[in-house]
């Protein structure tokens, strides 16, 4: 049987944000403290955890690194935001409601989806059985359980990107027994300057990581990998970094999802097909000047706060503003002592500049760290989360200003 539930103050604007990811919480936070005092508007924050994932992080979970405890409902504190544990299993846009649990029901006026991404292990047959991924922290403690007890053999991190090179890096330098090999159809840092990219191939080397680039895999066996020529790579474990996908739930839903199931939206971070559904984060198909926005907590930090900036606009009669944003930087750590920072251009393209060594661990280890103290600042000062790189002429859509 199900239960329906209002989302609280009666005669208000429900807002439902689903999912708590750096997107959601930016949002939610952002939208109850810019309306905490009117009283006309109740924000419902639902997340399937109500410890706060810091996503960035897991790739030092899973060799075993504790995470901080970071309560979701604890920071909701004083906003007014009400928060709702529980796992999303369908949008309804017609009924304008959202089931929780399969046994709940939350109606909404205004509904922001934000439900982030997972590896996608649909990409290639056995991945889904044998592969373990980095999807979420219980991943992340399982993949470091499995590690722990091996003792000695060879661990697969198919995936050259960001993910990949951090991961393979991390097991490779707290796990000096194992055999780390990182699998990839481009070269690591393939999308970094020469300098950044050589600085990466070295630390990689120095920690013992073998590279292979130019390896497409196409299956995952339980104890190897194979690639498209047919060669079978031994493998203890196998993690899976290649690509991402989003929660089915959005095209189930009837929203216009792109070909990864992410929300197509407007400028103003809108559904294109439900203009009441905001999307953010890596749930989101958010076009750019420079095309259509990839998945970062640099990036979707502000769509989080935009989202809400633009219900509130809405709320007071208002037009929504388009949504710009130009990337800066890409940090990537190489174990726990080295790491190199790539600034770009809005468009993510590398810049000449990099920051290598211990700067650089200084620099990614303050950038990881700052998003649960930026929320607590917005709690007081909403503001203060309004700030972000807009990315002049790289990011202008033609018709927009
Ligand atoms: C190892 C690693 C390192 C990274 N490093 C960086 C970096 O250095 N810089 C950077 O900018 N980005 C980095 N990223 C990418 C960044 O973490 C993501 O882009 C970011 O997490 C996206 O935020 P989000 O809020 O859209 O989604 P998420 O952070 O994934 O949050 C989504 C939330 O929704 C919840 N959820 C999902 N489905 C449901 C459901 N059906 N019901 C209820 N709840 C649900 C999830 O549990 C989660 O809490 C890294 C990612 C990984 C994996």
Known sequence: MSTRQGTGTAGAHHVVILGAGYAGM?????????????GDVQVTLVNAQERF???????MAATGQQLAELSIPELLEGTGARF??????A???DTKTV????????SYDTLVYGLGGVADT????GADEHAHTLSGAQDAELLAERLARLGSGTVVVAGGGLTGIESAAEIAERHPELNVVLLGRQEPGATMNRKARSYVHDALRRLGVEVRAGVEVVKVLPDAVESADGESIAADVVLWTSGTRTSPLAAAAGLTVDERGRVVTDAALRSVSHPDVYAIGDAAAIRQGYGVMHGTCQGGMPTGVHAALSIGRVLRGRQPRPFRFGYYHTPVSLGWQDAVVQFTRPDDSPRRFCLTGRTAVRYKETVTASPWPTYGRMKKMPASGAFWPRGGRFTRLRGTK
Do not use: F
Request: zero cysteines; aromatic letters at 2%; proline letters at 5%.
């Open 26 to 38: 930016a949002a939610a936070i952002q939208l109850a403290a810019r309306t905490k005092r009117r």
């Open 53 to 59: 994932t810091e996503r960035m992080r897991l790739h």
């Open 84 to 89: 709702v544990r529980g796992w999303v299993t």
């Open 91 to 93: 949008v309804d846009p």
């Open 99 to 106: 089931r929780v649990d399969d046994d709940r029901v939350l």
């Open 122 to 125: 649909s990409a290639v047959p």
